[in-house]
């Protein structure tokens, strides 16, 4: 697992989007995002085709596919 990834997770816990998103972005682009958990959390932090594509990656590399959503923050 990418320590970074873990880092965009817990930015993402803590309602730093922005932060989460800049990371899970640059690792995006260099095929980097190391599981589905990774994707979901893309996914959480984006919106539109963007949402769309992670959701998709994560139910690619997901065992369990339930994982794999996106709700809408408050």
Do not use: H, W
């Not at 769309?52 to 997901?62: E, I, P, S, T």
């Amino acid at each position: 697992m990418d320590p970074f990834a873990f880092l965009a997770e817990a930015y993402e816990a803590n309602d730093q989007d922005d932060l989460a998103r800049q990371i899970l972005v640059e690792l995006q682009a260099k095929d980097l995002i190391p599981d589905a958990f990774a994707f979901r959390t893309l996914a959480r932090v984006t919106d539109g085709s963007e949402r769309q594509d992670a959701l998709l990656a994560c139910g690619v590399r997901a065992k369990n596919k339930s994982i794999c959503t996106a709700p809408t923050k408050p």
